[in-house]
């Protein structure tokens, strides 16, 4: 198993917990912007990140990093150059999209 396993897992992991505590805690996530759209897109990514990892002793995640890093790098790119149908859509704040970016960054390089 390597890194794109690995990643996948520990983010994957991650953005079901984000999903799930969106909407326990409402629209505000520990400084991050969030609504129930929000939420799902953290939960059908984090689901599609964990499967990748722990499925079939990884052998997907590098594709499925690629793709959703690739898929977050555009929301950041959108969100910081203030497309605000998405940012509206979404409930982005800034530290969502610097965040989105990192993200998409690393997991797309992955």
Do not use: E
């Not at 999903?19 to 609504?35: K, Q, S, T």
């Not at 897109?41 to 890093?69: D, E, R, Y």
Request: charged share 5%; proline share 0%; glycine share 14%.
């Amino acid at each position: 198993m390597g890194f794109n396993a690995t990643w996948s897992k520990i983010i994957g992991v991650v953005l079901l917990i984000a999903g799930i505590l969106g909407f326990i805690v409402g629209d505000n996530l520990y400084g991050f912007a969030v609504n129930g759209l929000h939420n799902i897109v953290h939960l059908v990514t984090g689901v599609l990140l964990a499967w990748a990892g722990f499925s079939a002793g990884g052998k997907n995640a590098k594709m499925i990093n690629q793709w959703l890093g690739i898929i977050y790098l555009a929301v950041a790119i959108l969100g910081l150059i203030g497309v605000q149908f998405l940012i509206n859509l979404l409930n982005l704040n800034a530290a969502d999209q610097w965040l989105h970016l990192a993200l998409g960054v690393v997991t797309a390089g992955a």
